[in-house]
Structures are given as C-alpha cells and as structure tokens.
C-alpha cells in the first residue's frame, strides 16, 4: 500500500490557512484546498503498517479503511479511493472539515502523521465536482416507518443508514434548518453551510422526509414503528456568580447560532460582539469558536478564561502514543487574536468572580480571579476587565429537561440516555444515539453512535417482522 518509501521523501503538507487579515474579512471557508498533486503525494506517505492503528478504537470511531483508501489515491484510481471511503464514512464533507483527526494522531508518523483529514475532504468533494456523488434511491421499501428526533450528525448518520436499509425515515427537527451542531453551533468558516444544505439535498432524493421547526411530541409518534431519538447533549454548564442574567451574558451556543444565521440571512444577529469588549470563559474549541467569531464581527478585545492550567508543549509519559495527545495547540481563532491584538487571548487558572452592570443592569465589566491548583479562588488576584458581552463556553451537562419530560425519560447522573446494558434501545420502540447517549463528544463520534442505533434498530424491526 502506499509508496514504501513515500513518507521519506515527502514531508506532511496539510490544507493551510488563508491569511489572518484576509479570513477575518468574511465567514468564508478557513483553508486552501491543495491541487491533486499534492493530494496523491500525501497520499503516498501512507505506509502499510502491519498493525494501522489510524483505524483502530485509538484512531478513526468510523474504522475507516484508511491505508485502502490512500493507497488507490496515491495509484491515481479516486473513484474508487471514494467508493471504498463511503463504506465507512457516512458524510466525509463534514468530517473532512471538522474532524479533529483522531486518525492522524495515532497514525505511526505520529507528529508527522498523513493528511487523512484533507486527503477524506478532497475525495468527496472531487465527488461531489465530478458527479460521482448522485442520489441511491433504496430498490425496495421495507413497509416500515422511522422517525428520527433531531437532524445533527447523529440523527443524520441514522436517518441515512435506516433508510438505505429500506425503511421510511422522517426526521423531525425542533430548528428552522437541519443538521443540529452542524448548523447551528460549528461557524461557516469552519463549515460553510452550504455544504449541510446540499447533504440534505441529496438525502431528501434518497426519499428522507425533513420536518423542521417541530418540537417531537410523543402522541405523533404513534404512527412509526420505532424512533431514533437523536436530541444531542444541549444543556450548557452555567457559572455559580451573581449577575448572570445581566443583558449581554450570553451561553455561547446561543451567540454562535445568532451569527450563523446572520450570515445566511444577511440580518443583524439577536447578538452580536460588535464594538465590545468580549470575555469567553473556556478554553477549549467552543471558546475558540467564539473567539473567531466575535473578531469577524469587530469585537474591541477578546479574552478567553480557562480553569486549568496551560497543557504541556509535548505529550507526557502518562499520555503515550497513539493516545490522542493532550498538549497545547493554538486554533484558528487564537492564532487570529494573536494577528490582531499582539498576544494569546488566553489566560488560564483564571475565572470570573463578578459582574458589573449599569443601572439598566447592562454588563460593563468582568472581575476575573486566580485559581490554585485545587481550583480554589486565590485571594488579591482580582482583576477587572471591561466586558459588554460574556460568553459561557464551559460545556455541556446533558439532554435538556423539556426533551426527557415530554418522552418520560430519566436521565442518569450524567444527563445521558445511556441504556445500562450499554446498547441503544431505552425502551419498547424507542432508542437514543450520539450526544444525548454519550454526551458531548464530536461529530465522527454522534455518525458512528448515529449508525450503530440505526443497526440496532433495523434488527429489532426485522425480528418483530420474523
Ligand atoms: C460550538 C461547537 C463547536 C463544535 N465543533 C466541533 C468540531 O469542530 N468538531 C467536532 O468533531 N465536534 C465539534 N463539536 C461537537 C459536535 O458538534 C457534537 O458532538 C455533535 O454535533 C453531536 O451531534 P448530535 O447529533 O448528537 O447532536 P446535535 O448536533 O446537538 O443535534 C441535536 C439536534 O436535535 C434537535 N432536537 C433536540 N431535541 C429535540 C426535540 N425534542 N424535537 C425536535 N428536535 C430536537 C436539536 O434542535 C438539534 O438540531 C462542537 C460543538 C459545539 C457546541
Ligand atoms: S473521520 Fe476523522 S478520524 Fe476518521 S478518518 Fe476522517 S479525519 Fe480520521
């Protein structure tokens, strides 16, 4: 597979970045797509390992045939490189996009890992520019109806599999556009949204029924014969200080869904960091989102809080390869802050203690304070920053409340739908999938718990059938 001696003579070149002064002009997509050349080259670094740990559990959650699918790139055979990525890969224009590249990191490049992420990307997307990628219309019904609760990439992945499996999918979406976090949470410069719009394009050819703006109400659901309930992990974890419901404290999915549909409809957003001074507290890709999001939208500074300590340059030896390295990285967002303002938005084992707010109890300012390495507020270490607009990236502690009382559901201590005996049926018709049964995660995760209750299901019908 692959050059054997590809990954000497070539080094990784990933899809960079454009400019920091240019992107921060438009929402558009982040990187530069590389031409085939480079693409085939990177292709070719791809070794033949006897154990490929990229698509181990260390690596892909998809097990993508990763070195397959490399190595008929490197040889030039792309229609084929895609058909072999499809067997696996549910939606790779997404994961292409968003995927932390789990893969990379356990590739035996280690560091230097191949460009699995970019080579995925260029694959369908070749797809999609030569019209390899057309509608596959199941040959036969099964005469069963599935109703999948939430249009994320969990309920997408399921959606798609159930349907090809030849059942009748309705998915049934609270928001006024499909494709959950992918829509409404992750930014169209990391994921232009254009590119949701045309999956569902074309899973609405495949015969997927979409009914959006629809809160799931368990008395319409009699008319299926199972239901996929795929509602994500959206409750948002708020901070204990006084003052939160001050105008311009703000949960970040909020603010970030705010300007997504800003860019699609052109309009002002319900929020937006024009002209403020903006905190983000958390430090982790959410933060970083908003981050990006708010110098887009002419903010006059941002700050990003973090708890924890600043990771280590380097991994460990309690974090050895192929484990998913926990070392510093500096993402999009922070590299543009550091263009813009001159240093690291971050500042870390810090929190916010207070708010200010005027007499209209509008936030002027944030008192941001120290923390030990017990998490402990350290006294004197007060500081004021000015803040018109909080963002609370702190994550996530679960499926909301309205979603389990509707269903007569019982969260567990962590506010997952994770039956006991680990699979995904919670009860006579009904299962759960992606971020709502194993809580926050990432999209290749919510596709492949997507796809594993979409097996499960099809199962339990065809065994009430047999
Ligand atoms: C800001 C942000 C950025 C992220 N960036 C990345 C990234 O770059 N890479 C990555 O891998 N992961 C990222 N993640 C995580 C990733 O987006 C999630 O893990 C993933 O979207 C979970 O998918 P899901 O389908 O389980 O849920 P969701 O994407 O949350 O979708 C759930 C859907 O269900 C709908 N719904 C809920 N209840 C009901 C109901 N009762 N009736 C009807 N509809 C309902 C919701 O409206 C929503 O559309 C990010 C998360 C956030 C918040
Ligand atoms: S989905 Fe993510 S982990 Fe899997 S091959 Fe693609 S980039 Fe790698």
Redesign the pocket.
């Known amino acids: 597979m692959g050059k054997a001696t590809g990954f000497l003579e070539y080094q990784r070149v990933e899809n960079p970045y454009r400019a920091e002064q240019a992107r921060l002009r438009d929402f558009d997509d982040l990187h530069i797509p590389q031409p085939e050349a480079q693409r085939r080259c990177q292709a070719s670094r791809c070794m033949n390992c006897g154990v490929p740990f990229c698509q181990s559990d260390f690596g892909c959650p998809l097990h993508n045939l990763i070195p397959e699918w490399n190595d008929l790139l490197y040889r030039g055979q792309e229609r084929e490189a895609l058909e072999r990525l499809l067997q696996t890969a549910p939606f790779p224009e997404f994961t292409g996009r968003?995927?932390?590249a789990l893969c990379e990191k356990a590739c035996n490049l280690a560091e230097e890992g191949v460009t699995n992420r970019d080579n995925e990307l260029y694959l369908i997307e070749r797809g999609f520019a030569k019209g390899w990628i057309q509608p596959r219309v199941p040959a036969s019904r099964s005469g069963r109806r599935v109703a999948v609760?939430?249009?994320?990439?969990?309920?997408?992945a399921a959606a798609d599999l159930m349907n090809r499996l030849g059942h009748s999918v309705t998915v049934?979406?609270?928001?006024d556009r499909?494709?959950?976090?992918?829509?409404?949470?992750?930014?169209n410069m990391?994921?232009p949204k254009e590119i949701v719009a045309r999956r569902i394009r074309l899973m609405e050819a495949e015969g997927v029924s979409f009914r959006l703006s629809?809160?799931?109400e368990p008395c319409a659901l009699s008319e299926f014969d199972a239901v996929i309930l795929?509602?994500?992990?959206?409750k948002p974890r708020s901070l204990r200080v006084e003052g939160m419901d001050a105008q311009g404290v703000c949960f970040?999915?909020d603010y970030?869904s705010a300007a997504t549909w800003g860019v699609l409809s052109g309009g002002e957003p319900a929020v937006s960091a024009r002209g403020k001074h903006v905190v983000v507290v958390g430090g982790g890709?959410?933060g970083n989102?908003c981050v990006g999001t708010a110098l887009r939208q002419g903010c006059a500074s941002v700050t990003q809080l973090e708890m924890m300590p600043a990771p280590p340059a380097l991994r460990t030896d309690q974090n050895p390869w192929p484990e998913w390295p926990r070392v510093l990285r500096t993402d999009y967002g922070q590299l543009e802050a550091i263009a813009v303002q001159g240093m690291d938005p971050r500042v870390y084992e810090t929190t916010v203690k207070a708010l200010l707010t005027d007499g209209q109890h509008r936030l002027t300012g944030a008192v941001t304070v120290r923390l030990d390495a017990q998490h402990r507020p350290m006294p004197g270490t007060e500081r004021t920053l000015p803040c018109e607009l909080l963002l609370i990236?702190a994550g996530?502690v679960g499926c909301?409340e309205?979603?389990l009382s509707?269903f007569g559901l019982t969260a567990d201590a962590r506010g997952r739908l994770l039956p006991e005996d680990g699979t995904h049926r919670l009860m006579g018709k009904i299962f759960s999938?992606?971020?709502?049964r194993t809580g926050?995660?990432?999209?290749?995760?919510?596709l492949a718990?997507?796809r594993a209750a979409a097996r499960e299901a099809d199962a339990w019908l065809r065994r009430k059938d047999a």
């Open positions: 968003v995927c932390p609760i939430g249009s994320g990439p969990a309920g997408l049934i979406e609270r928001a499909p494709g959950g976090l992918l829509m409404y949470g992750i930014p990391k994921l629809t809160e799931a795929c509602g994500g992990a959206r970040a999915v970030l890709d959410t989102d990236a996530f909301e309205r979603t509707a999938a992606g971020d709502m926050q995660s990432l999209v290749v995760r919510a718990d997507g």
